[in-house]
């Protein structure tokens, strides 16, 4: 039966990038060597790192004054790092769910932390709108989409002090103004590559600006000094990054992603809206992410969620029970995601609904 991956994450990734992933790891560039036995140092791996760089700043438009680095430690060491790199008066952060709230905790650490607004005690439905930025925090923060709570940022705010924003489950699906950024990273397992790389755009001259003492591991001048070589890179991931980007480009660049993005999203949430049976988490519909699409039975349905995860399931459905804080179900839509997956989905919503 066919699969549909609807997984938050490590999620999908186009067949032709696994395809070539699986070859280079029977034998890399006809080297007679695995992509997992080579070194980083190979002279063939530095043109992978190269260009995969190229691409990210080609594909996001990305100005001059800007490194993009390969890392490890996942976003969530991000957390701690902007803070440690950026951090020297005062943050501003915008609470929009759980990742968000990890992100302020590390900066706490390292001097005081505004919560400029949040939508906790409302569950996150919402992307909190009024606020105002203190105009001498060094940063401000934000997660642009919100992967367990299916609300996202679908522009770069206008705010009067540079953003930096936690892009993990939407790089690579919309233009972004990096322009508007002194930071933005993310784990690289839904949009762009295997869990084990974590990707850094950073702006050259706003490092150097503190006066604490940053380990070396955690300095981002360190990772833009070595072009991401200081200690080994997390090879594979990095490789099929770039079969990612090379793919992202061959099908058109972000704009196309967003487009695709915006017809899976439209073409659910049409459906949610619609079919008596389900209903959406999120309160202001300008907010819906279009990468983590979030539902529920509608109250009066409440004791068939079992069932229908279970017809979902035997029908080829992969990944769309919900996150256990929030519940209900969750159809990640990443870039990867053909849209008769969507349709097969919306299919099976409407042949239950028929049963019921
Ligand atoms: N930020 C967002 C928006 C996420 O969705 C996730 C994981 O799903 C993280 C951060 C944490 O990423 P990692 O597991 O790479 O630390």
């Not at 070539?20 to 063939?44: C, P, T, V, W, Y």
């Not at 953003?163 to 103004?177: A, E, T």
């Not at 409440?302 to 029908?315: C, G, I, N, Q, S």
């Amino acid at each position: 039966m066919k699969k549909h991956n609807f997984n938050a994450g490590p999620s999908i990734l186009p067949r032709e990038v696994i395809e070539n992933a699986a070859q280079a790891i029977l034998d890399f560039n006809g080297s007679g060597l695995s992509l997992m036995e080579i070194s980083h140092r190979a002279k063939d791996f530095q043109p992978v790192v190269d260009e995969a760089v190229a691409l990210f700043k080609e594909l996001l438009n990305i100005p001059e004054g800007y490194s993009v680095l390969f890392l490890g430690g996942g976003a969530s060491m991000e957390f701690c790092m902007v803070p440690y790199n950026f951090l020297e008066k005062k943050a501003a952060y915008l609470n929009t769910g759980t990742w968000a709230k990890k992100a302020m905790k590390e900066a706490k650490g390292f001097g005081e932390t505004i919560e400029v607004a949040s939508s906790e005690k409302d569950g996150y439905t919402y992307i909190p709108k009024n606020y105002e930025v203190p105009a001498d925090a060094d940063y401000f923060h934000i997660t642009t989409n919100n992967t367990i709570y299916g609300t996202e940022l679908h522009a770069d705010p206008d705010v009067n002090v540079p953003l930096v924003g936690d892009m993990s489950s939407d790089i690579f699906s919309r233009p972004v103004d990096v322009s508007k950024y002194i930071c933005i990273y993310g784990g690289a397992q839904k949009n762009l590559a295997p869990a084990g790389v974590t990707f850094v755009i950073v702006k050259n001259d706003a490092l150097g600006k503190v006066s604490r003492y940053i380990p070396t591991m955690l300095n981002y001048q360190t990772h833009v000094d070595k072009g991401s070589m200081f200690n080994t890179p997390p090879v594979v991931p990095i490789y099929v990054a770039l079969q990612t980007l090379r793919w992202v480009k061959a099908q058109g660049g972000v704009e196309e992603m967003q487009r695709r993005a915006q017809a899976r999203a439209k073409l659910l949430y049409d459906e949610i809206d619609r079919n008596k049976l389900f209903r959406g988490t999120v309160t202001n519909v300008e907010d819906r992410s279009l990468m983590n699409i979030c539902f529920v039975m509608a109250d009066e349905y409440k004791d068939l969620e079992a069932d229908f995860l279970k017809f979902a399931t035997e029908r080829g459905m992969v990944g769309i029970k919900g996150h256990r804080s929030v519940g209900g179900f969750r159809a990640s839509c990443y870039n990867a995601l053909p849209i008769e997956s969507v349709q097969a989905l919306v299919d099976c919503m409407q042949e239950f609904e028929k049963l019921h």
